[in-house]
T-cell receptor
Framework: DAKTTQPPSMDCAEGRAANLPCNHS???????VYWYRQIHSQGPQYIIH???NNETNEMASLIITEDRKSSTLILPHATLRDTAVYYC??????????????FGSGTRLSIRP | DAGVTQSPTHLIKTRGQHVTLRCSPI?????VSWYQQVLGQGPQFIFQ???????GRGNFPDRFSARQFPNYSSELNVNALLLGDSALYLC???????????FGSGTQLSVL
């Protein structure tokens, strides 16, 4: 079973910031939070990941709460091309981990003009 | 550099047949993972291979098998196809299997 909980759908106005929440209350110390997105008919695309500090790259920002039980992906200026399903995933990088990455159902983000 | 490539892009089979799907990882990547995505759902983990050895297996029947070759490319085989095997099959590669994945565009399999 997926270790994360996300709202099934959200919408956002074009040009505004899109804030996508994720709950991962059972996350353990060696597990990272990864975000991917999947645009219709394509393979998922990596966005960003983090352990406990906030992270930012050219695509998005990731805010992880101090207790690490939840996080928020922020797309600062959403465009129509950001319409996709966004997956929040918890990944163990420990040497003895099973290394299987489990996707949940994700959040379907719709950007309205 | 080329990304992850999968072949074929589309495939139509009938029940009971066998299918082989192929994946070439990004150059330098040693790990390949396979996922099945049924319409409307997130990708479901099938297998992960690293350095030609199976590292992980999802909850799929023995009809599903895979292997990784010395050049790190991979094949996914499905025997005795069922209607429920109709899905998008995704391949992903990474350097060692525990960092970000790079996905191909998938093979769309239709079983009639």
């Amino acid at each position: 079973d997926a270790k994360t909980t996300q709202p099934p759908s959200m919408d956002c106005a074009e040009g505004r910031a899109a804030n996508l929440p994720c709950n991962h209350s059972t996350i353990s110390g060696n597990e990272y939070v990864y975000w991917y997105r999947q645009i219709h008919s394509q393979g998922p695309q990596y966005i960003i990941h983090g352990l406990k500090n906030n992270e930012t790259n050219e695509m998005a920002s990731l805010i992880i709460t101090e207790d690490r039980k939840s996080s928020t992906l922020i797309l600062p200026h959403a465009t129509l091309r950001d319409t996709a399903v966004y997956y929040c995933i918890v990944v163990s990088t420990g040497y003895s981990s099973a290394s299987k990455i489990i996707f949940g159902s994700g959040t379907r983000l719709s950007i309205r003009p | 550099d080329a990304g992850v490539t999968q072949s074929p892009t589309h495939l139509i089979k009938t029940r009971g047949q066998h299918v082989t799907l192929r994946c070439s990882p990004i150059s330098g990547h040693k790990s390949v993972s396979w996922y099945q995505q049924v319409l409307g759902q997130g990708p479901q983990f099938i297998f992960q291979y690293y350095e030609k050895e199976e590292r992980g297996r999802g909850n799929f029947p023995d009809r599903f098998s895979a292997r990784q070759f010395p050049n790190y490319s991979s094949e996914l085989n499905v025997n005795a196809l069922l209607l429920g095997d109709s899905a998008l099959y995704l391949c992903a590669s990474s350097f060692a299997g525990r960092e970000k994945l790079f996905f191909g565009s998938g093979t769309q399999l239709s079983v009639l």
